[in-house]
């Protein structure tokens, strides 16, 4: 996986994030 900034590389940071976020909330709702 190179470390450049390629075209594709924004749809799957944006992935990456969203997955992020919805294992936080659930890790969040879990707790609270």
């Known amino acids: 996986m190179p ?3 390629l ?8 992935l990456l994030n969203a997955a992020i976020i919805l294992i ?3 890790g969040l709702g879990f707790i609270g």
């Open 3 to 5: 470390t450049q900034t």
């Open 24 to 26: 936080l909330y659930g």
């Open 7 to 14: 075209p594709a590389s924004k749809p799957v940071l944006a």
